[in-house]
């Protein structure tokens, strides 16, 4: 009978629905004299948040192997989708980034489905062995299957990394700087976990870290944004007014909040309430309370990822729990971090619970893959001897 991981489940669940409170509260106003109808976000929230959970049970279903032989799918079909932002007509540009296309009314961001291609990927193209063949002709010994050796730079970084290159670089381009860091960071931690030597992503972070400081000068938002970062009260109605609105958001709500749907910064002042700073809604609506319980259903999620990959035994398994535990916490652990102005703002949504739709239904399917999983791992063994015992 098949195992549901509950302590995975029920926190994104929570996660989830509250979203869904919490979108509306943000966006009815903004939907009312905007868009005709203070439902309009949330009816489209539905829609993705039905067809998220539809995903969910797929995926807790589908038996996770089966993603590592389509894993080459997924790699050019999310080439494919980035490929569409570019074409007018498809393509949507918002504030100066192409990062969605549209589709029947919908809109997707391409970005997303990247980051589970990779993911899975990695994974397989790390746990996967290898065949070789010593000698030749009749008295040739029989295939024998080696393990991939990834101590290598070439095996360990060079290959993969190619294909992860194939991927990053056109959301970088898109431009998604944030999204590009969590593809990158993501990238590395995955390769390490598999066994790579610690020298080479060193190296790679050392030498990316010029770039990455260029790409941040290089552009004026990027400038303004790590300026509003600095000191936002110096430029109060321009490049800090974001950051300024989200603290008096959390200040005002105090430790039990306004209450639900009573908050004031979302009324115009707030920007990107329903979408990048739907933490700060929560802090003014549900209070200090609120905040820590959002918090504290992403640890359980994290912890619950990362329980899960060190009891796998499986190594593909292993490491997509661990890569896409990854995922999920890190783009929670920025875009609070953001909110609460101790990093620059990124332009990335809080998992499962912010509007965006292509982000709550990669998430959701994340979680149902960790779900699947899960449902192979035998938690009675501890994790070294778990290890141990399949290696």
Wanted: with cysteine; proline share 5%.
């Amino acid at each position: 009978m098949r195992r549901y991981d509950y302590g995975l489940f029920v926190p994104a669940i929570c996660l989830a629905f509250l979203g869904l409170v919490i979108v509306y509260s943000a966006s009815a106003t903004l939907a009312r004299e905007k868009l005709g109808g203070e439902t309009f976000f949330l009816l489209r929230h539905c829609v993705y948040l039905t067809v998220g959970l539809v995903g969910l049970v797929t995926f807790a279903h589908v038996p996770y192997a089966k993603l590592g032989k389509l894993s080459p799918l997924m790699v050019f079909a999310a080439l494919g989708l980035l490929a569409l932002v570019y074409i007018p007509g498809v393509g949507l540009t918002r504030g100066g980034a192409t990062r969605w296309i549209t589709a029947f009314g919908f809109t997707v961001q391409p970005a997303e489905a990247a980051k589970l291609a990779l993911v899975i990927y990695l994974a397989r193209y790390a746990s996967r062995p290898e065949r070789s063949r010593e000698g030749g002709g009749p008295g040739a010994k029989p295939l024998e299957t080696t393990t991939r050796d990834l101590s290598t730079f070439v095996e360990g970084w060079v290959k993969p990394g190619v294909v992860a290159a194939m991927l990053i670089l056109p959301v970088l381009m898109q431009p998604d700087f944030g999204t590009s860091v969590i593809l990158t960071t993501t990238f590395l931690l995955v390769l390490y976990a598999a066994g790579t030597r610690l020298v080479y992503p060193v190296g790679i972070v050392a030498t990316l870290m010029p770039i990455a400081a260029y790409l941040m000068l290089s552009a004026e938002y990027r400038r303004r944004r790590l300026t509003a970062f600095i000191d936002p009260w110096n430029d109060m109605s321009n490049a800090g007014f974001q950051i300024i609105q989200s603290l008096l958001a959390f200040q005002g709500g105090g430790v039990v909040g306004r209450g639900l749907g009573e908050g004031r910064q979302k009324l115009f002042f707030l920007p990107e309430a329903h979408t990048d700073f739907v933490l700060s809604v929560v802090g003014e609506e549900l209070g200090f309370i609120g905040v820590v319980f959002v918090l504290g259903c992403f640890a359980a999620i994290v912890w619950r990822g990362i329980t899960i990959a060190l009891h796998q035994g499986d190594p593909f398994g292993r490491l997509l729990a661990f890569g896409l535990t990854t995922l999920i916490g890190m783009q929670a652990a920025i875009n609070g971090a953001v909110v609460l102005a101790l990093l620059p703002t990124k332009g990335l949504t809080l998992p499962l619970v912010s509007y965006g739709g292509t982000s709550l239904m990669a998430t959701l399917a994340a979680i149902g893959i960790l779900m699947n999983v899960s449902s192979h791992t035998d938690f009675s063994a501890g994790p070294t001897a778990r290890r141990e015992a399949t290696e």
